[in-house]
């Protein structure tokens, strides 16, 4: 059992709402203590942030802590229950390998769980050994703070621990834990649990919690429940737009792995395109491309349907009007996506108003950044700098027409052509984490205990809109493969 541990060295000031919901929800669980655990990488910034001392995180106890091997003063561990459709089938789920400390409560007065992931056990494992490797949770401590620096929703890593312990899945691997930040961990999922496995008072419950928590403007709304379910569907098309924008592949789009707070969340097979193709897919489960890159908006509102299914009870008390009331709701992910998506390609391409003809100027832009296999970062890099002679279409009598018409549409707007650069800087990140440089940092650390390649990497992707010198090294493509390349989800 987890040693207690004091929380006035390290700041630790944890408020536990999420236990005290129906006991439906969750199971009291500790973490199962590590042999000996050393600290591979802290995120200061974050820390301090969440009112913690990096100096008392990288202490002994505060390693403990983050290892599961300490109990901080106040918390109170538990594994959260849930259920999923994974890959278009429900079934019954839970935090097989993660457990959610307590709630910290920051300088700013912003609630955060803290969640380690990789910490042993819990009643929801299903015969898993509920830890992690440390390959996959270098991965999710790199992309989930890259997409913080482009802006994008998203859980946070706070560290990465190594165990001491082997882990073993094809082969031996170092066994290590995450501490994930995030707003909140209630999932699409978990309101599916409560739909399937909770009563209607623990329905309620449930909403009641996550208005109060995520969107307490709208707890005095006529029917706040069908505006829980706008709001939600709000946000996830502004997520969903973000990722595009940037070609993010999220790799399993579950409906557990849908935050009902609008955040990216669990990034296990994820990846970041390079050619521009709607198919590109990266995980290695993904055979028939359901999660493919262009099918991310279509499974969105897939999943947000769930989520409308399992408020039907709370909607309306006659069932035909509830279905009603979710339909008309769920009608309008498609509408509030593109608004989103369109919005955000005519900053990536410097346009400030709207034209009736910009989806097809766009649309024409990709449909030819696929026929050559354009990079698709690099492409709106090239067109930032103005050197759309380092794209892969320029000299094709097709791209000379579409520049012409970009540059008329630029010179139908009142900005100065100056404010458009500054525009695009500020919407066309120079780098992303490329997935060739990913993975040598992984092979550096995992292989040879050697973080600094990575700690190099973080700082390059810190600040993805600087444009700096060092960040152009870091833009190149990988060579040739002769095969694509393929994700895991780590488990």
């Excluded at 008390?317 to 279905?323: I, S």
């Excluded at 009608?331 to 998506?341: I, N, S, V």
């Excluded at 449909?367 to 320029?394: C, G, S, V």
């Excluded at 050697?450 to 600040?463: G, Q, S």
């Amino acid at each position: 059992m987890a040693e207690k541990s004091e929380a006035l060295k390290i700041g630790w000031n944890f408020d536990n709402s999420y236990a005290r919901l129906p006991e439906v929800f969750f199971t009291k669980t500790e973490p199962t203590p590590v042999s000996s655990p050393k600290l591979a990488i802290i995120n200061e910034p974050l820390a301090a942030s969440l009112g913690l001392s990096v100096q008392g995180l990288q202490s002994g106890e505060g390693i403990g802590v983050l290892a599961g091997n300490r109990i901080p003063e106040g918390a109170e561990p538990l594994a959260q229950a849930y259920a999923g459709h994974q890959f278009g089938h429900f079934t019954m789920l839970g935090d097989g390998r993660a457990i959610l400390l307590g709630e910290q409560m920051t300088p700013q007065g912003e609630r955060m769980d803290i969640q380690l992931k990789g910490s042993g056990r819990t009643p929801y494992s299903r015969g898993g050994d509920g830890r992690a490797a440390l390959g996959p949770m270098l991965r999710e401590y790199i992309i989930s703070e890259a997409m913080y620096a482009l802006g994008i929703p998203t859980t946070r890593s706070l560290a990465v621990t190594l165990t001491g312990e082997a882990v073993y899945r094809e082969t031996e691997l170092p066994g290590a834990v995450l501490a994930r930040v995030a707003s909140s961990h209630i999932r699409v999922g978990t309101f599916e649990f409560a739909s399937h496995w909770g009563s209607g008072q623990d329905l309620r419950s449930l909403a009641d919690y996550t208005l109060h928590r995520h969107y307490p403007d709208l707890e005095t709304d006529g029917n706040r429940y069908l505006s829980l379910l706008g709001k939600v569907i709000e946000r996830q098309a502004a997520l969903i737009a973000k990722w595009q924008l940037v070609g993010f592949v999220h790799g399993v789009m579950n409906t557990d792995n849908m935050a009902v707070s609008g955040e990216t969340i669990d990034y296990g097979p994820c990846a970041f395109m390079d050619a521009y193709d709607p198919a590109t897919v990266f995980s290695s489960i993904d055979y028939q491309g359901r999660y493919a890159y262009g099918n991310q908006p279509g499974i969105a509102a897939w999943n947000l349907a769930r989520f409308a299914e399992t408020l039907l009870p709370l909607l309306h008390a006659e069932e035909d009007r509830a279905v009603w009331l979710a339909e008309e709701a769920i009608a309008e992910f498609g509408g509030l996506y593109q608004r989103h998506w369109l919005a955000g390609m005519r900053a990536k391409l410097g346009i400030f108003n709207e034209e009736p003809e910009d989806l097809n100027l766009v649309r024409e832009l990709l449909d030819m950044m696929q026929k050559h296999h354009a990079d698709y970062t690099n492409t709106f890099r090239a067109f930032t700098l103005d050197k759309p002679e380092e794209t892969a279409m320029f000299g094709t009598s097709q791209f000379d027409r579409w520049l012409k018409k970009w540059k008329a549409r630029l010179g139908r707007q009142r900005e100065p052509e100056a404010a458009s650069r500054q525009l695009m800087r500020r919407s066309n990140p120079a780098v992303i984490p490329r997935n060739h440089r990913v993975e040598e940092a992984l092979e550096a650390a995992v292989q040879r205990g050697d973080f600094n390649v990575m700690l190099r990497l973080l700082d390059v992707l810190a600040k993805p809109y600087e444009y700096t010198a060092e960040q152009a090294e870091y833009s190149t493509l990988p060579e040739p493969a002769n095969r694509p390349y393929r994700t895991y989800c780590g488990t």
